[in-house]
C-alpha cells in the first residue's frame, strides 16, 4: 500500500479468525462518534488491510474500534499504519474483552474529569463548589449508559469510592456535574493492554448524583449511539430532540 506510515506497534501478536471479504464495523471517535462500513481485504494474524466505505476523517495514526462477526473477538482497537484511498492498513493493539457482569453499555466519546473525594463533600461539589486534589481525565473512549460509564485509567481508586466528576459529551456544548461512586475495578490483562498507553485497569462508575438534564443528555447520545449501530453513521454533533 502505498501511503505515508508510522511506526507499527510492537509486542505479542494478537491473532484474529477473520476471513477475507468479512465485513466489519468501524467505529472513529473523532468530533463525534462516526460508524463505518467496511470490509476485510487481508487479514494475517494482527495485520488487517480493509476496505472503507468512506474514510474522509481516517488518517495515519488514527485509533479505530472494529466490531467483528464469530468466531472473531467481538472488538479489537487497531491503529491505523497506511491508508491509499479507501483502504487502510491497520494493526491490532487491543483485544478487549466482554464483562458479563456489566449492565449492557455502547461504546461512545465522552469527556471525563474527576476527582477522589469524600462522600461528605458530594452536595457542595453539585451545589458549584470548588475544591483541590488532583483532577483525572482518562481515554475519552469508554462504555457508556445512562446511569453509568465504565472507563480505562490507573488504579488510582477502589470500590466504594466516591468521585467529583465533570461528564461532556458530543453534540451538547457544555458539561456537567455529577457525583460518581466506583462499583468496579478490574485489571486489564497484559496482552490486551494498548500499546504504548498507560491504562492497566476498567474502572465502573454508578452515578449517584447527576442533573436531570444530564441525564436526558446521556439517554439522547445513546440512543444517537444505538442508531449508528442499526443504520451504521451516527450524526456527527448533532443533538437529537
Not at 35 to 46: C, F, K, L, P, S
Request: proline share 8%; aromatic share 4%; hydrophobic share 45%.
Amino acid at each position: 500500500m502505498s501511503s505515508a506510515t508510522v511506526p507499527a506497534p510492537t509486542g505479542a501478536r494478537l491473532m484474529l479468525a477473520i476471513a477475507n471479504g468479512t465485513p466489519v464495523r468501524v467505529l472513529h471517535a473523532g468530533d463525534g462518534p462516526l460508524y463505518i462500513g467496511a470490509e476485510v481485504t487481508r487479514a494475517d494474524g494482527d495485520e488487517l488491510e480493509l476496505d472503507l466505505t468512506n474514510s474522509d476523517d481516517v488518517r495515519v495514526g488514527s485509533r479505530l474500534i472494529l466490531e467483528l462477526p464469530p468466531p472473531a473477538p467481538p472488538r479489537a482497537v487497531v491503529v491505523v499504519l497506511a491508508r491509499a484511498g479507501t483502504r487502510i492498513a491497520t494493526r491490532v493493539v487491543r483485544l478487549p474483552t466482554v464483562d458479563r457482569r456489566e449492565y449492557p453499555r455502547l461504546w461512545g466519546t465522552v469527556g471525563l474529569r474527576y476527582r477522589l473525594a469524600g462522600p461528605e463533600l458530594a452536595d457542595a461539589w453539585m451545589r458549584g463548589a470548588e475544591f483541590g486534589g488532583t483532577e483525572y481525565v482518562p481515554d475519552p473512549r469508554m462504555d457508556v449508559s445512562a446511569t453509568g460509564l465504565a472507563f480505562e485509567d490507573l488504579p488510582r481508586v477502589s470500590e466504594g469510592d466516591c468521585l467529583l466528576a465533570t461528564v461532556t459529551l458530543p453534540g451538547e456544548g457544555r458539561g456537567w456535574r455529577c457525583v460518581g461512586r466506583v462499583v468496579r475495578v478490574l485489571a486489564i490483562p497484559k496482552q490486551e493492554r494498548a500499546m504504548g498507553g498507560s491504562a492497566t485497569h476498567r474502572i465502573a462508575m454508578f452515578f449517584d448524583a447527576i442533573p436531570d438534564d444530564a441525564t436526558a443528555a446521556l439517554v439522547r447520545y445513546t440512543a444517537r449511539l444505538q442508531e449508528a449501530m442499526v443504520l451504521g453513521l451516527a450524526p456527527r454533533g448533532a443533538v437529537a430532540s
